[in-house]
């Protein structure tokens, strides 16, 4: 029961992860994706959480693409020094 459980999240953990991976971008949901908003009589017509850019970072991706480029890094670092390693040896 509770291994289902913990297989269920940690398949939706993947997902999120590789939506996150995919997709790092989402429309802002303070403005809906318009860049600004309405409210009361100060208006400030910029959004303040996108500063008009209507979407943001989701969060976590950054988190998801910095891992990803340390493990893309690792397997180039991996494949130069076998390289080196068969070249090299006399
Ligand atoms: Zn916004």
Redesign the pocket.
């Known amino acids: 029961m509770s291994a289902h459980l913990v297989l269920a999240v940690l398949a939706i953990l993947a997902v999120r992860v590789g939506f996150l991976y995919l997709a790092p971008f989402g429309p802002?949901p303070?403005?809906k994706g318009t860049?600004h908003?309405k409210r009361g009589p100060r208006r400030r017509p910029v959004?303040p959480?996108?500063k008009g850019q209507?979407r943001?970072q989701r969060t976590g991706s950054r988190t998801v693409h910095r891992l990803a480029r340390k493990i893309r890094h690792g397997r180039q670092a991996a494949a130069r020094y076998q390289q080196e390693d068969r070249d090299g040896t006399p």
């Open positions: 802002c303070k403005c860049g908003i959004c959480r996108c209507r943001i």
